[in-house]
């Protein structure tokens, strides 16, 4: 609920240029973030054979990001809520983007797991940043539209890094695809520090804060989030780290092959998720019932993604890559409506922390699927059985939205302690 001490946010009003500036450095941000996580994925074909790891340690490399990337999404949700997000979200910015650049330098496979440790830490704190800034600082009736260009952007990014990054390396190595993302993506910070958003500030001089960690997580709402996010990424990092190099593996693609035809699923999630969020803004605007409309867009969105098991099994490569396309277009349709029902539900006071919370539970899939996949591939010699895995994960997405998560409405949070 709302204090008489916390400043209401204006629900029905429109964005500003202030607003939009905003949201396009965080875009921004998200896009950098994922070509950054997705640049070991890209280099992978490569990086493989000259390091000459197995499917396994390769698969154990993709999910030491997530070690630290889950394990401190807690914490970071409690530095969002307590210090300024601004600062944090900064810090954070820069420790990954050294962590790219210094995976341009490594020697041993010791060192590629450290940096991804870090890379892992450092990313950690974008999603409840992101959270707490769309919770806290933009119109709520906007919020399908901004957590879609939010996602649209770790849409964009993969995209973007796939086809240049897959180029790149295929021209002048993956040494140098590292040293470029991360050395090139420094200048953000500048931007960040001219046009980071204001409204937050106010956030932090309230006498009030939101609910404890145990009190979010005693709300079944809570773990229906935590659930769907789980099965949403499991999907979505098995796409990630794995596509690649399954085209070249399994489909016989080259290098430069990959780069194209891997970068389009993700061009075609951005457009989804994009318009999907404006479409489902538009729909509850005209009949107030966001529960009905957010369940009816992620289930769906779920449900039909599971159109990448045939595409594994199809004979004809272009028909299993136009099947990956039409399954990414409709998961569009799903992540973004996922923050909004957090956001709806947690409100403005307990967006960070529960982000954090149900970032950390969810994530938990990148420690899994990578790894998981590349036992599969190692003991099975194909991707089989790790797409049908993929499956069974978004049925439990489904059952979560539909059966588990309740009312998508702001809970009434009958505990508030005061602030330090």
């Known amino acids: 609920m709302t204090s008489s001490t916390t400043p ?24 950098i973030n994922y070509i950054d996580r997705g640049s070991l994925s890209i280099a992978a074909p490569v990086l493989q054979k000259e390091m000459s790891l197995t499917p396994e340690q390769l ?23 307590r210090f300024s997000v601004n600062l944090v979200f900064g810090i954070g910015f820069m420790l990954w983007s050294c962590a790219t650049a210094a995976t341009g330098m490594v020697t041993g496979f010791a060192a590629l797991l450290l940096l991804r440790v870090l890379l892992g830490a450092g990313e950690s704190v974008a999603y409840p940043a992101y959270s707490k800034i769309l919770a806290t600082g933009f119109p709520g009736r906007h919020s399908g539209l901004t957590n879609g260009l939010i996602d649209a952007g770790s849409k964009l990014g993969p995209a973007i890094g796939t086809l240049l990054g897959g180029l790149l390396v295929a021209k002048f190595g993956w040494r140098f695809l590292f040293l470029a993302l991360g050395i090139g993506s420094l200048p953000w910070l500048a931007g960040w520090a001219l046009w980071a958003p204001k409204p937050i500030a106010e956030y932090h001089k309230t006498s009030k804060r939101g609910p404890s960690a145990a009190e979010i997580l005693r709300h079944r709402a809570s773990w229906g989030t935590f659930l769907l996010l789980f099965a949403i990424n499991y999907a979505w990092y098995f796409l990630l780290t794995w596509l690649p190099t399954y085209l070249v593996q399994q489909r016989n693609f080259s290098l430069e092959q990959m780069a194209i035809f891997s970068s389009v699923p993700f061009w075609g999630l951005a457009v989804s998720t994009t318009l999907a969020g404006h479409a489902s803004d538009r729909w509850i605007a005209r009949n107030n019932n966001p529960t009905k409309v957010r369940r009816i867009f992620v289930a769906s969105g779920l449900l039909l993604c599971t159109l990448l098991v045939p595409a594994c099994y199809a004979d004809d490569p272009n028909i299993s890559v136009a099947l990956i396309v039409i399954a990414c277009l409709c998961f569009g349709l799903t992540t973004s409506n996922n923050w909004a029902i957090t956001q709806t539900i947690a409100g403005p006071t307990a967006a960070g922390k529960w982000t954090g919370l149900q970032n950390g539970f969810g994530n938990l899939a990148g420690v899994v699927a990578p790894y998981l996949t590349g036992i599969i591939v190692q003991r099975t010699g194909k991707y089989d059985y790790a797409f049908l895995l993929v499956a069974l994960f978004l049925l439990m997405g489904v059952a979560s939205a539909l059966f588990v998560i309740g009312p998508i409405r702001q809970i009434e949070w009958k505990k508030q302690t005061a602030a330090n």
């Open 8 to 31: 209401a946010k204006p629900q029905n009003a429109s964005m500003s240029s202030a607003h939009w500036r905003a949201l396009i450095l965080l875009v921004l941000s998200v896009g």
């Open 59 to 81: 698969g154990l490399l993709l999910s030491a990001f997530f070690w630290t990337y889950a394990s401190f999404q807690i914490v970071a949700g409690w530095l969002v809520e």
